[in-house]
């Protein structure tokens, strides 16, 4: 089965809004989210590879991770806010090639029943500008081809 992932722009605040559905329980998803050695099989765009430096996905932990692409490397790192299993992720999220531009991340695991999960994704930046800079980014591409990376692993952490 294919899923499609939806992202809509918010028209009072400047977000993003994601929902994908996963054919695996929210248990499943959670940890693909929050496990690194997982996370680092899918999270990306098919022409990157991904390396973590830390990720603890708790109250208070923090990540940072590379990208790579050929010689290039791009860098990410934010902190874990509200860790809760199987429910929810608040975290930010920062590229390091734009410091200045923080986003807060909320994540939301939603139960469909018969062993499926929505997930609900939301990103707020610091204006409608830099919303509008990462939508013109090509993160859709990046963001379905992580998704259906991970469609594939998805039975093998069940």
């Not at 940072?64 to 509200?82: I, Q, T």
Request: aromatic share 10%; with cysteine; proline share 4%.
């Amino acid at each position: 089965m294919t899923n499609d992932t939806t992202i809509e722009i918010d028209q009072r605040v400047p977000a993003l809004h994601m929902v994908r559905d996963f054919d695996a329980p929210p248990a499943a998803v959670f940890r693909a989210w929050s496990d690194p050695a997982i996370v680092v099989r899918w999270l990306g765009p098919v022409d990157v590879t991904m390396e973590t430096e830390r990720w603890d996905c708790s109250t208070g932990g923090a990540y940072r991770y590379v990208h790579r692409r050929g010689d290039d490397e791009f860098w990410f790192h934010g902190s874990f806010h509200d860790v809760r299993p199987g429910e929810l992720i608040v975290q930010t999220f920062t590229w390091e090639g734009m410091p200045d531009g923080v986003a807060l991340e909320t994540l939301t695991f939603e139960d469909l029943g018969g062993g499926g999960c929505r997930l609900h994704a939301q990103s707020l930046v610091e204006s409608f500008e830099a919303r509008d800079m990462w939508l013109a980014s090509g993160m859709e591409t990046g963001i379905e081809q992580g998704y259906a990376k991970l469609d594939a692993l998805i039975e093998g952490i069940n």
